[in-house]
């Protein structure tokens, strides 16, 4: 008993030891590392960004400016961590270990809507602001997080219906191509057109093409085979869905832009040249690059201050192939 | 049960109806059933659905059949190298990344040389096949020397496939316009769509190599049993690296194919889950996963079914949020009516009336002595 007492208080004292030792050790670190990270000219905002990773165009346009905007020259360290293979649970990973690593802020870019109650409650609790960027999540709970930066999908597929509202003033038969069904972007994107289309506009069939370039291809060729061509008209939730069935639409012998109007949403370079070729008719821009609008959100929201909880970014739309050659030197992305 | 020799086994039958038993008694019958099914409901819905017209601009055979013998092709491809993979007790859950990477390849290729020759196709269909047969080299070493298992090599070939697509494109997806390369996935020679025509005649190929050698019976006895097959004298490491290896051309030349179609290799959705597609057609086909047997026929069949099912879903303007609920459900019901028990109840239940000149005499076993004296 006595022997083991007294190897209990030896044992307890080393670690008080240890304990002490790691102490000093510890703040003769961090006391090194102010003083370092005062020497070059104040310390560097570490941020992690949770992201999709490459997806399409537009994504990449996007995550690209959100990395060249928050450099190490307009002092932030930018930890960029990109979902693999779009998986949630990866993205959920990532989230939690930015928060143990204790980052300054976390920029989320959300694979899917649902699901981020409880790590965003842990980033609270670490006081730790989280900054949605592109895909909002659902609930939509405001006080989970600081604020959402997206373009505003619900607006930018109503103007693209009222396009086609103006086009078609005697109505047509239409098809939707649309994004996976549960994402948000899709159903906004549904949403805004829905409600904006004309009641003399027949939609035949809405199918999912996965955002894929050869779906759309294969799935609006059969489309037209059910209907036998007449089709007048595509809602292509994204440029490369809408490009496949340009492809579709020829192979059919018919010709793009005349037999069927394609409209697109994103702006992406490849869909800007397709429609100054005339092969798509209506592109409209969703806006990738608000990486400034992110750093000022950040900034007041790392200083204290109240950010709004939702900013739209403002988008632009092409309606002619000559808006289209216009804009096409000058595109980012 | 003491039951004798079936009576059916002993009766003399001629050669065409042995033909028709032999086709019906295939595990892939319920496959072809389902098949007809489904091009029966598409007929119902348009009665021209079976029409092939020539179109008048472009010149080509156009036609929903067209259509779906083209989709067929690359999952073609990919069924018949996991055909041979499952055959050896494996899987190859990599052939969706390595089809990604070698559109990847041949993209990223033509795109830099801006080659639109016939010699620019040839060169980047043979630069992808080739890195595709490395990456298939790599999980056959790995699974019959190293001695991994194949569901954990090929999951991580599957994830670094990927991954590799991505930094040969630099995450971009890309495009190349070489019209040879095109004709590959969206031309016709003597009507019939060219995807189908090459794949259907590296099915043939593959298949003489198979059958028309003891390659297919070494590849069984594998399955079947590695120790015996060793003590046999089969070098199962040979073998089983082959076959890894062929599972990645295929998989190579189908992404060729799907690449071609749209002359864009996607790199995040290019052959995403084709390998789920393989495996369905193999399922369907009636080769088992636990290796062994299979069948190179019945693996064809399920790529034309699975096309003809994701075509039909279109067709019949299924709602999206339903389609992978449709699609789950038709492939729930083959694979049960494969299932041996469910097959085995329905010999049951047809048994009796198979014999259609009942010569011989009433068998001891129960159930049928009372039908038979029912039915004479």
């Not at chain 1, 397709?274 to 409209?284: I, Q």
């Not at chain 2, 055979?61 to 993979?85: F, Q």
């Not at chain 2, 991580?156 to 316009?177: C, D, F, H, Y």
């Not at chain 2, 096309?307 to 992978?324: H, M």
């Amino acid at each position: 008993m006595s022997k083991t007492a007294s190897f209990r208080a030896f044992a307890g004292i080393a670690l008080v030891g240890a304990m002490a030792l790691g102490i000093t050790a510890c703040s003769g670190g961090s006391s090194a590392e102010s003083t370092g990270a005062a020497g070059s000219d104040g310390e560097l905002t570490t941020i992690g960004f949770v992201a999709v990773g490459p997806e399409g165009g537009w994504r990449t346009a996007n995550e690209q400016n959100i990395q060249d905007s928050f450099s190490k020259e307009n002092g932030f360290d930018l930890k960029y961590a990109p979902a693999t293979n779009g998986d949630q649970n990866s993205q959920i990973t990532a989230f939690t270990s930015f928060i143990d690593e204790g980052v300054d802020a976390i920029l989320l870019s959300a694979t899917e809507a649902t699901g981020w109650e409880s790590v965003l409650e842990r980033a609270q609790e670490a006081e730790i602001p989280v900054v949605l960027l592109d895909r909002g999540i659902e609930p939509n709970d405001t006080s989970l997080y600081t604020s959402h930066i997206a373009p505003d999908n619900v607006g930018i597929s109503a103007s693209a219906a009222e396009w086609a509202n103006a086009q078609f003033p005697d109505g047509a038969n239409y098809v939707v191509l649309e994004g996976p069904p549960g994402l948000s972007v899709v159903n906004d994107r549904n949403k805004g057109w829905d409600e904006t289309i004309d009641a003399n506009m027949k939609k035949l069939e809405s199918q999912s093409a996965n955002w894929s370039t050869e779906e759309a291809k294969s799935v609006f060729e059969t489309i037209l085979k059910a209907n036998n061509n007449d089709v007048q008209l595509v809602f292509a939730q994204n440029d490369e869905m809408g490009l496949g069935a340009a492809l579709a639409v020829e192979e059919a012998g018919l010709k793009p832009g005349t037999d069927v109007k394609i409209i697109t949403i994103d702006g992406t370079k490849a869909a800007l040249t397709a429609l100054s070729e005339g092969r798509l008719s209506f592109v409209a821009e969703y806006n990738p690059l608000f990486g400034d609008t992110a750093i000022d959100v950040v900034k007041s929201a790392l200083a204290g201050e109240t950010v709004e909880s939702d900013i739209v970014v403002p988008s632009v739309t092409f309606d002619s192939p000559e808006a289209a050659t216009e804009a096409l030197p000058t595109r980012q992305f | 049960m003491s039951a004798p020799t079936p009576p059916r086994a002993s009766i003399p039958r001629s050669g065409a109806r042995q033909f028709a038993v032999s086709v019906v008694r295939q595990p892939y019958i319920w496959a072809v059933v389902a098949l007809l099914l489904l091009i029966v409901i598409n007929l119902i819905k348009d009665p021209g659905y079976l029409g092939i017209s020539v179109n008048a601009t472009t010149g080509n055979l156009s036609g929903n059949v067209i259509d779906i013998l083209r989709a067929s092709a690359p999952i073609m491809m990919i069924a018949i190298g996991m055909t041979l993979v499952i055959a050896t007790r494996g899987i190859d859950l990599s052939v969706g990344s390595v089809m990604a990477v070698s559109g990847a390849v041949s993209m990223e290729f033509m795109n830099s040389s801006g080659d639109g020759s016939v010699g620019g196709a040839i060169l980047a269909a043979a630069f992808a096949i080739g890195i595709s047969a490395v990456l298939g080299a790599v999980n056959g070493v790995l699974v019959s020397i190293v001695g991994l298992q194949p569901f954990i090599t090929t999951l991580i070939t599957m994830l670094a496939g990927r991954g590799l697509a991505k930094v040969i494109t630099s995450g971009q997806n890309t495009s190349a316009s070489n019209e040879p390369f095109r004709w590959i996935a969206n031309g016709t020679v003597f009507g019939f769509p060219v995807v189908f025509v090459i794949g259907a005649v590296i099915v043939a190929i593959v298949a003489v190599l198979i059958r028309r050698t003891a390659l297919g019976l070494m590849i069984e006895s594998i399955g079947i049993n590695p120790k015996a097959a060793r003590m046999a004298g089969i070098r199962p490491i040979g073998i089983l690296i082959s076959v890894y290896i062929v599972s990645g051309i295929l998989a190579g030349i189908a992404g060729i194919f799907s690449t071609a179609s749209v002359m864009t290799v996607e790199v995040a959705k290019t052959g995403l889950s084709a390998e789920m597609d393989a495996i369905l057609a193999v399922v369907i086909g009636g080769t088992s996963l636990a290796g062994g047997k299979f069948s190179l026929t019945g693996s064809v069949i399920g790529a034309l079914l699975i096309a003809t099912l994701d075509k039909t879903i279109v067709f019949l303007a299924i709602p999206s949020s339903a389609t992978p609920a449709f699609k789950a459900l038709v492939i729930v019901v083959i694979c049960l009516l494969q299932s041996r028990r469910v097959r085995a109840l329905f010999n049951q239940r047809r048994a009796p009336r198979t014999p259609s000149a009942p010569t011989a005499p009433a068998p001891t076993a129960p159930r049928t002595t009372r039908k038979e004296t029912v039915s004479a």
